[in-house]
């Protein structure tokens, strides 16, 4: 079963850049989409972002126009560039493929 790190997140000022990284532990070259999620306080998970493995993705509309999502299959890695960034988006991030979850990482935006 495919395990999923993430990597990347932190405290950041409104407007603002970050980079979160999903590496796993396996080849993701036959996994079909991959995507990130986002759960802030006292709300449910909601998704982010998805990317096939051909590279066509998709964005929720809170966060189209300033993040971008893609992945790197020789690395075996996926990346969300959230530019931009405003206080809304603080939440823990999580990277998601078939039946696995990473454990998350905390993305604050301070206004």
């Known amino acids: 079963q495919v395990q999923l790190v993430e990597s990347g997140g932190g405290l950041v000022q409104a407007g603002g850049s970050l980079r979160l990284s999903c590496a796993a532990s396996v080849s993701i070259f036959r996994i079909i989409t991959m995507g990130w999620y986002r759960q802030a306080p006292g709300k449910q998970r909601e998704l982010v972002a998805t990317?096939?493995?051909?590279?066509?993705?998709y964005y929720a509309d809170s966060v189209k126009g300033r993040f971008t999502i893609s992945r790197d299959n020789a690395k075996n890695t996926m990346y969300l560039q959230m530019n931009s960034l405003k206080p809304e988006d603080t939440a823990v991030y999580y990277c998601n493929a078939p039946m696995a979850w990473g454990q998350g990482t905390q993305v604050t935006v301070s206004s």
């Open positions: 990317i096939t493995n051909g590279g066509s993705a």
